[in-house]
């Protein structure tokens, strides 16, 4: 058997296929244990938070100016639902919703400077649950905790910006 790698096209057909499968087969099943920690992790009532409004505020401080469509595209809800977890939001005044200057049909949101404090709010206090947790395991198993979730994230952001820079494409054509 050839070299083992991350690069599928270094493998024997069979090898390569099954890594392809075990690999989405992993990832597929590390999200709901992600959300299941992460959730359990934030007391979401003390904040009177939804799920689906915590997602929203992540997603919008990473990502400006994002229409509503994109955000319900993101966190995988309807245009329908994502209305329903933003309107509390701005009421609270953690984020705004403006018209887009190039497409009036569209929204566009943003955190505004109470929303980024309460989303640092939310952030603290995650990684300050968190680090009692963290006293269970070694250094060693710690480094590797953190070198396994940069990998996941940055190799997620890039698979997300192609996402993005293909459905940019379509739209043009």
Do not use: W
């Amino acid at each position: 058997m050839k070299e083992q790698t991350a690069n599928f096209e270094t493998l024997d057909e069979d090898e390569a296929e099954r890594r392809r499968k075990n690999l989405m087969g992993a990832f597929l099943y590390m999200v709901p244990i992600y959300n299941g920690y992460i959730y359990a992790n934030n007391n979401l009532k003390k904040h009177d938070l939804t799920k689906t409004q915590f997602r929203a505020l992540f997603v919008v401080i990473s990502m400006p100016g994002i229409t509503m469509s994109d955000l319900a595209d993101n966190i995988a809800i309807s245009r329908e639902q994502a209305t329903r977890a933003v309107t509390p939001l701005v009421k609270r005044k953690l984020m705004t919703r403006t018209v887009d200057r190039m497409n009036r049909r569209q929204l566009n949101l943003k955190l505004t400077p109470e929303g980024h404090r309460f989303v640092y709010q939310l952030v603290e206090e995650f990684i300050e649950t968190a680090e009692d947790k963290f006293k269970g395991l070694s250094q060693a198993e710690i480094d590797d905790f953190y070198n396994a979730v940069t990998t996941v994230s940055n190799t997620l952001g890039k698979l997300h910006r192609m996402d993005r820079r293909t459905a940019a494409a379509a739209e043009r054509r």
